[in-house]
């Protein structure tokens, strides 16, 4: 418990760490009877949070962790006010939408001015509005043939979790295409032969969470499109663009993935990954108003004026979606091009840097996918540790490396994967392939008698 004196009040002008609030242990279950200085608290609070890792080299994640100074002030600006109240802050409301028909034009939306979407709180949260209009889209079309809504099934390639999320939550059968030798991503043979009149669509990820690949979109549609001639089955498609939502159309205008693609009903994107936005802004848009169900929508009247709601959640800050809107003005398409593409060939001279170090064989270099790398240790050579080693090593200089196991069928398969993200300089790559090497001297001049598990090695989740 933190002192209760009346007295600590008063003392304002203690230094700090001599004060009695300063000289006992947080409370960590109860909240404390009294007051305490704010200035003091918090100084606390700020340093337990010393023991987080820096999240500059939290090469782990593929969330922003550099921001410009106006973006934090202009998040200031609109932390307090409710996003969701669009009759009272009907100025950030407007930028929500001028977000939307951005990425819509971004994206080869036939109607870009008209688009229908929403932002949300990442792309978790996108994916379960995508989904669930895919699973309402399909037991009308089933009602309306007379047929069984009984079970639904999605076919998706290894994808990240939110998905798995979905299907529980929705009663919706899973048919993940497991990873086969070195196919790590699906392909059209392996949806087609998972789909069926039950099948609500296909998610084709661009940029697996696991190695940074793009699933090939267009020539899953076109499988599709063979099946509908061939079958009558009509599958619509809903793209996780969680990263390459906001990289393809910088970096690989020419892949058609997109609304370009008929068949593509819906995207998702993460603003707070590649779309270079702070934490907590994700993106949904459909195709055509029709492609989102009306029974999705509600209308609220009691904060004023007749909203339309289509979103999980419901009050949220403005901020990041009008960070989000900065950054489209501030950097342009040239900007997040620039951006983008040298976090490529960072990644690039890291997979080369890596791979030459011996040990390792690269398995992804960053070059047609998400700015990342992965890499496995050498087959068919006795090594004298293992990558969650390796990973550990690395974290004694701050680094988060995460090393992992596949998903299905290929869990026998440990990686290692950097996400090279803005803010990762080429000097910071120097640094980290120099720490490589002490790491590597490191486990060759102190050879490792048990090697870490998968549990003792990393505890990470892919975010
Ligand atoms: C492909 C993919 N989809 C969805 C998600 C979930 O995104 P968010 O963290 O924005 O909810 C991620 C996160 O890494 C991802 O990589």
Request: aromatic share 10%; glycine share 8%; with cysteine.
């Amino acid at each position: 418990m933190l002192h209760d004196k009346d007295s600590v009040g008063k003392r304002l002008d203690d230094d700090i760490f001599a004060s009695l609030d300063a000289s006992v242990r947080l409370p960590k279950y109860k909240m404390p009877e009294q007051e305490h200085n704010p200035r003091v608290i918090h100084r606390l609070v700020a340093d337990e949070l010393l023991l987080d890792g820096n999240s500059r080299q939290n090469l782990a994640t593929f969330c922003q962790t550099w921001l410009e100074p106006e973006v934090l002030d202009l998040m200031t600006l609109t932390v307090d006010k409710n996003l969701v109240d669009k009759d009272e802050y009907p100025q950030t409301a407007e930028i929500e939408k001028r977000c939307v028909h951005i990425l819509a034009d971004l994206w080869n939306s036939p109607d870009s001015a008209n688009a229908t979407g929403t932002s949300t709180t990442g792309s978790s949260e996108a994916a379960m509005l995508g989904g669930m209009a895919l699973l309402w889209n399909w037991r009308a079309r089933q009602k309306a043939q007379g047929k069984s809504i009984e079970k639904p099934n999605l076919v998706t390639g290894p994808v990240q979790v939110c998905w798995h999320k979905f299907c529980r939550y929705w009663g919706v059968e899973l048919r993940e295409i497991p990873m086969e030798n070195d196919r790590y991503i699906m392909n059209a043979d392996e949806v087609i032969k998972r789909c069926d009149e039950n099948t609500i669509g296909v998610v084709p990820t661009l940029g697996v969470t696991f190695t940074g690949q793009f699933e090939p979109v267009k020539e899953v549609s076109d499988a599709l499109d063979k099946l509908e001639g061939d079958a009558g089955l009509n599958i619509p498609i809903h793209v996780d663009g969680a990263s390459g939502g906001f990289l393809a159309p910088f970096l690989q205008p020419e892949l058609v993935w997109d609304f370009r693609l008929p068949r593509v009903k819906s995207i998702n994107a993460s603003g707070h990954k590649f779309g270079l936005a702070p934490l907590g802004v994700g993106w949904i848009l459909w195709h055509n108003a029709e492609d989102l169900p009306e029974d999705l929508v509600f209308r609220v009247n009691y904060l004023g004026g007749d909203m339309v709601d289509f979103a999980l959640n419901f009050s949220r800050p403005g901020s990041q979606v009008v960070a989000q809107y900065y950054n489209f003005l501030r950097l342009g398409k040239e900007g997040y091009r620039r951006i983008h593409s040298t976090c490529r060939d960072i990644a690039l001279y890291l997979a080369d840097g890596i791979g030459d170090f011996g040990p390792f064989e690269i398995i992804y270099d960053g070059s047609d996918g998400i700015p990342a790398l992965s890499w496995k240790l050498k087959e068919g050579v006795e090594h004298t540790f293992n990558l969650y080693d390796f990973a550990d090593r690395l974290k004694t200089r701050g680094w988060q490396v995460p090393a992992y196991a596949l998903p299905p069928n290929r869990e026998d398969l440990v990686i290692q994967r950097i996400l090279v993200r803005h803010g990762f300089s080429r000097d910071m790559a120097d640094l980290l392939l120099d720490d490589c090497k002490r790491a590597l001297n490191h486990l060759n001049s102190h050879p490792v008698t048990t090697s870490l598990t998968e549990e003792e090695g990393s505890g990470f989740k892919h975010g």
